[in-house]
């Protein structure tokens, strides 16, 4: 797969990651990635997707990873997991994977460019929106690991919880792991 940029998307300060050239069995070709502009996502990265009733009765925080292949319009063609979310919301993932629309990647010479970019979908703790925020539809954008004045529950096995908190709860700081990304997931396409 001949692409212009392998971009990795973060939403919050734990969303980082240095993707190597191979995902799984897949050889990916980077071209003029030196001077290309990574593709950039319209959708308000605070925004927070839907959840099931099962994420939340769990009220666990949890966070899918998708690769998904940009054309050089800026559409997503098809998505990838590198991680599921669980907790029944991995059509949700895909459904919001697939409604991101990008200010496509462009190459050395300004042409736009597919690429293929890592995203994350991430959904807090159900109760500790609520709790903190008064609502399930929207995050606050992040400020160095804090939201505005709010601190962030601690990443799972960071260590024990503080039981007496008003609603302990683990954060899914995960990242994916490119190098060992499941061959056996398939592409989904629209």
């Not at 899918?64 to 054309?71: F, P, Q, R, S, T």
């Not at 293929?116 to 690991?145: C, F, K, N």
């Not at 799972?156 to 997931?185: F, I, M, T, W």
């Amino acid at each position: 797969m001949r692409l212009a940029a392998l971009a990795v998307i973060a939403v919050s300060s734990t969303a980082a990651a240095e993707p190597p050239p191979t995902v799984g069995n897949e050889v990916i070709e980077i071209h003029g990635h030196t001077n290309v502009t990574m593709p950039r996502p319209h959708r308000d990265q605070t925004l927070v997707p839907p959840y099931t009733d099962s994420a939340v009765l769990s009220d666990a925080w949890t966070r899918a990873w998708l690769m998904l292949e940009v054309d050089a319009t800026g559409v997503v063609r098809r998505v990838k997991f590198l991680k599921r979310p669980g907790y029944g919301l991995d059509a949700i993932a895909v459904k919001w994977a697939f409604q991101q629309t990008f200010d496509p990647a462009r190459d050395k010479d300004g042409n736009p460019a597919a690429s293929l970019v890592v995203y994350p979908v991430e959904w807090p703790s159900h109760d500790w929106l609520v709790a903190r925020l008064g609502t399930t539809q929207r995050m606050l954008t992040p400020i160095w690991g804090w939201y505005g004045t709010l601190a962030l529950p601690p990443c799972k096995g960071s260590g024990p919880l503080q039981l007496e908190s008003v609603d302990p709860v683990y954060r899914d700081c995960s990242v994916p792991n490119l190098a060992h990304a499941d061959a056996s997931e398939t592409w989904i396409t629209r």
